[in-house]
């Protein structure tokens, strides 16, 4: 069973920087396509970043030049650098897995950026 473990939210000021990861076991994390996505009460969930399992990124328009997502295959773990934070990224923010049919989400982590 694939378990993903985010860290690393909290609460910063508008400008700031927050590093998120997320810690992946259970799977084959070099074969996993890896996600993050964000979600504010009363809205869908929404993706913000992708890294494919060569190692290419994708973003929403709204996080590209400020957020960027990398991952460590020796260290099973998936990265999201957000720098420049605004008060509407504030969320809760979740790591996603696929790897062939099996999909896993994590528990996610809370991010607070103050005006």
């Known amino acids: 069973q694939v378990q993903l473990v985010e860290s690393g939210g909290g609460l910063v000021q508008a400008g700031g920087s927050l590093r998120l990861s997320c810690a992946a076991s259970g799977s084959i994390f070099s074969l996993s396509h890896m996600a993050w996505y964000r979600q504010t009460p009363g809205k869908q969930r929404e993706l913000v970043a992708t890294?494919?399992?060569?190692?290419?990124?994708n973003y929403v328009d709204s996080v590209k030049g400020r957020f960027t997502i990398s991952r460590d295959n020796a260290k099973n773990t998936v990265y999201l650098q957000m720098n420049s934070l605004k008060p509407e990224d504030t969320a809760v923010y979740y790591c996603?897995?696929?790897?062939?049919?099996?999909?896993?989400w994590g528990q996610g982590t809370q991010v607070t950026v103050s005006s």
């Open positions: 996603y897995s696929q790897e062939g049919l099996k999909t896993a």
């Open positions: 890294i494919s399992r060569s190692g290419n990124p």
